[in-house]
T-cell receptor, first 118, second 114 residues
């Protein structure tokens, strides 16, 4: 069964450094998402992406964050200058169609990248 | 404010027993409600998804119910197995063509002991 993959599984970085988290969505999916989950807290929406542009972003997704789909398979999340509070599990997800067009469409999540900022 | 609340926060049961997890939401308007299972250190995996017009949905030993009038949902697990130990997250999707984000509950941490 096709699945969303993410690399690396764990990333440790120094505060102020740039990190790029990588995701390979399911191949025939059209909508892509990033979520994060701070340890012990709920999963939070960061951004959705469709047709090579951001379709929606949350208040968390400030100017330090950016997303890109550099080729036909990868979907990346870049954090320009990491802060201690960016330490979290970051999940990529993808969906075939948008919620508005199919109420039963499911977002499939990757295994996550654990980001630790020291 | 759109919120999803779950109870209990954690639950311990013996293998073979049944259990029911609760979800209350204030998301309005509402499109659909999903239950996800999340193993420790892993991404959420979809168990069930229901639109506002559905009031029950089963997936093997998992049965979800939905009461759109009271804005409540439950997830019933029958004949629990050790592999059911995980967090179970209630996730609600607002009814809007302008938003695609999911609103997550805090989850119920279920531990099944032999």
């Amino acid at each position: 069964e096709p699945e969303v993959t993410q690399t690396p599984s764990h990333q440790v970085t120094q505060m102020g450094q740039e990190v790029i988290l990588r995701c390979v969505p399911i191949s025939n999916h059209l909508y892509f998402y990033w979520y994060r989950q701070i340890l012990g807290q709920k999963v939070e929406f960061l951004v959705s992406f469709y047709n090579n542009e951001i379709s929606e972003k949350s208040e968390i997704f400030d100017d330090q964050f950016s997303v890109e789909r550099p080729d036909g398979s990868n979907f990346t999340l870049k954090i320009r200058s990491t802060k201690l509070e960016d330490s979290a599990m970051y999940f990529c997800a993808s969906r075939r169609t948008q919620t508005g067009t199919s109420g039963k469409d499911t977002q499939y999540f990757g295994p996550g990248t654990r980001l630790t900022v020291l | 404010k759109n919120q999803v609340e779950q109870s209990p926060q954690s639950l311990i049961i013996l293998e073979g027993k049944n259990c029911t997890l609760q979800c209350n939401y204030t998301v309005s308007p509402f499109s659909n409600l999903r239950w996800y299972k999340q193993d420790t250190g892993r991404g959420p995996v979809s168990l069930t998804i229901m639109t506002f017009s559905e009031n029950t949905k089963s997936n093997g030993r998992y049965t979800a119910t939905l009461d759109a009038d009271t804005k409540q949902s439950s997830l019933h697990i029958t004949a629990s197995q050790l592999s059911d130990s995980a967090s179970y997250i209630c996730v609600v999707s607002p009814n809007s063509y302008n938003t695609d984000k999911l609103i997550f509950g805090t989850g119920t941490r279920l531990q099944v002991f032999p």
